[in-house]
C-alpha cells in the first residue's frame, strides 16, 4: 500500500497479519491493533508521549533478568494479571489470585503441624484447613504451597538476612485432606519501586502497598491447582491493594487459637483457618505453568 494515511493506517496494518495460520494468533493481534490505533487516535498521543512510552518499555526490559520481570509487574499494577485470573477462573473452585514474583519451587516440605516461626519475630498463628472436592470431599492426596513475608515485609526470597527457606515450605496434606503450620503473621509490603514501574507510581502518587498475605499453591493429582492468597480483615489495605488481588472470599479473620486437638511443633495464639475447594480437571499440571513469565 502506497498512499498510507489516518484513515487506512489500522485497515493496512490489521492486514499485514491477515496470513497467520494460527487463527487464534491472528486474532489476537489484529484485534490489538484495533484497539491501540483507537486509543492513539483517542488520546491523540504526541512525539513526545511516545518516545516517553517506548523509553519506559525499554527500561523495563533493561532492569529484567532471570529473576525479575518488570513487564509482569506492569501487567499486574494494570490489573491485567487480575483481570486474565478472573475471566479464567474455575467456577466451583477457590478464587484465585496473583502469584506475584517471590514464588520458588523449592521451598522444603515439611511435616503435618510444622513449625515456620522458628526465630522470627511475631505472633505464632495456626494456619490450618482442609483441602476439599466442590461436593465438600476432602482430597487426602492434596498439598499446599505457601511462602510469606517476614513481619517486616519482606521474603527470603529477596532478602539476603533471612535464610533462604525462611517462611515458605510444601506440606502433603494428611488423611483427612487437612494441612497445619504454626506461623507469623506476614505484614504489607510495597511493589519493587527501584524500576519504571515504581518511578511511574512515584510521579503519579499512587500508593505502592500490597496488604499482608498469605500466598498458597493448592494440588491434587486429578484436579485443577489453584494459586491464591490469604488476606486479613484487620488490614486496611486490602481496600488499595497496588496489583489488584484482593477478593472478598480470601478476607479472612484471624481469632484466637483456642484449645487445638492435634500436634503442633508449636503452641499458636492465634488461628487463621481456611478450607481450599478444588474442581476436578482432566489433566494434571503445575500451576505455575498457568502463570508464565512472572
Ligand atoms: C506478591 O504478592 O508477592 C507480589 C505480587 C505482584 C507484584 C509484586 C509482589
Ligand atoms: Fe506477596
Same mark, same amino acid.
Given at each position: 500500500m502506497r498512499d498510507i494515511n489516518v484513515d487506512n493506517i489500522m485497515d493496512a496494518v490489521q492486514k499485514s497479519w491477515a496470513?497467520?495460520?494460527?487463527e487464534r494468533l491472528k486474532t489476537l493481534l489484529q484485534k490489538f491493533i484495533f484497539y491501540l490505533h483507537d486509543y492513539i487516535r483517542e488520546v491523540k498521543l504526541t512525539h513526545e508521549e511516545w518516545l516517553a512510552a517506548v523509553q519506559f518499555l525499554w527500561s523495563a526490559g533493561q532492569i529484567s533478568d532471570d529473576k525479575r520481570n518488570e513487564f509482569a509487574l506492569l501487567s499486574d499494577v494494570m490489573g491485567v494479571t487480575s483481570l486474565v485470573d478472573l475471566i479464567n477462573a474455575t467456577p466451583g473452585a477457590t478464587i484465585g489470585s496473583v502469584l506475584g %514474583?517471590?514464588?520458588?519451587? *523449592?521451598s522444603p516440605a515439611v511435616p503435618f503441624g510444622?513449625?515456620?516461626?522458628?526465630?522470627?519475630?511475631?505472633e505464632p498463628v495456626l494456619l490450618t484447613g482442609t483441602v476439599r472436592d466442590v461436593d465438600g470431599r476432602a482430597l487426602p492426596g492434596a498439598s499446599i504451597d505457601m511462602w510469606q513475608t517476614d513481619i517486616e515485609g519482606a521474603y527470603a526470597t529477596q532478602? %539476603?538476612?533471612?535464610? *533462604? *527457606?525462611?517462611?515458605r515450605c510444601k506440606q502433603a496434606c494428611d488423611a483427612d485432606g487437612c494441612y497445619a503450620v504454626t506461623t507469623v503473621l506476614p505484614a504489607p509490603y510495597t511493589i519493587p519501586m527501584d524500576g519504571p514501574v515504581g518511578a511511574l507510581f512515584t510521579t503519579t502518587g499512587r500508593t505502592p502497598w500490597r496488604p499482608a498475605h498469605y500466598h498458597f499453591i493448592v494440588r491434587a493429582p486429578g484436579y485443577m491447582p489453584i494459586v491464591t492468597e490469604l488476606f486479613f480483615d484487620? *488490614? %486496611?489495605?486490602v481496600d488499595s491493594d497496588a496489583v489488584f488481588g484482593v477478593r472478598e472470599p480470601l478476607v479472612r479473620h484471624v481469632g484466637p487459637a483456642g484449645p487445638v486437638t492435634f500436634r503442633l511443633e508449636r503452641q499458636p495464639a492465634r488461628l487463621l483457618d481456611y478450607d481450599f475447594t478444588l474442581v476436578r480437571d482432566t489433566g494434571y499440571r503445575p500451576a505455575e505453568q498457568l502463570h508464565p513469565g512472572q
Amino acid at each position: 500500500m502506497r498512499d498510507i494515511n489516518v484513515d487506512n493506517i489500522m485497515d493496512a496494518v490489521q492486514k499485514s497479519w491477515a496470513g497467520a495460520t494460527d487463527e487464534r494468533l491472528k486474532t489476537l493481534l489484529q484485534k490489538f491493533i484495533f484497539y491501540l490505533h483507537d486509543y492513539i487516535r483517542e488520546v491523540k498521543l504526541t512525539h513526545e508521549e511516545w518516545l516517553a512510552a517506548v523509553q519506559f518499555l525499554w527500561s523495563a526490559g533493561q532492569i529484567s533478568d532471570d529473576k525479575r520481570n518488570e513487564f509482569a509487574l506492569l501487567s499486574d499494577v494494570m490489573g491485567v494479571t487480575s483481570l486474565v485470573d478472573l475471566i479464567n477462573a474455575t467456577p466451583g473452585a477457590t478464587i484465585g489470585s496473583v502469584l506475584g %514474583p517471590f514464588y520458588a519451587d *523449592d521451598s522444603p516440605a515439611v511435616p503435618f503441624g510444622a513449625d515456620l516461626v522458628k526465630t522470627n519475630e511475631g505472633e505464632p498463628v495456626l494456619l490450618t484447613g482442609t483441602v476439599r472436592d466442590v461436593d465438600g470431599r476432602a482430597l487426602p492426596g492434596a498439598s499446599i504451597d505457601m511462602w510469606q513475608t517476614d513481619i517486616e515485609g519482606a521474603y527470603a526470597t529477596q532478602d %539476603p538476612e533471612q535464610a *533462604d *527457606d525462611n517462611l515458605r515450605c510444601k506440606q502433603a496434606c494428611d488423611a483427612d485432606g487437612c494441612y497445619a503450620v504454626t506461623t507469623v503473621l506476614p505484614a504489607p509490603y510495597t511493589i519493587p519501586m527501584d524500576g519504571p514501574v515504581g518511578a511511574l507510581f512515584t510521579t503519579t502518587g499512587r500508593t505502592p502497598w500490597r496488604p499482608a498475605h498469605y500466598h498458597f499453591i493448592v494440588r491434587a493429582p486429578g484436579y485443577m491447582p489453584i494459586v491464591t492468597e490469604l488476606f486479613f480483615d484487620h *488490614d %486496611p489495605l486490602v481496600d488499595s491493594d497496588a496489583v489488584f488481588g484482593v477478593r472478598e472470599p480470601l478476607v479472612r479473620h484471624v481469632g484466637p487459637a483456642g484449645p487445638v486437638t492435634f500436634r503442633l511443633e508449636r503452641q499458636p495464639a492465634r488461628l487463621l483457618d481456611y478450607d481450599f475447594t478444588l474442581v476436578r480437571d482432566t489433566g494434571y499440571r503445575p500451576a505455575e505453568q498457568l502463570h508464565p513469565g512472572q
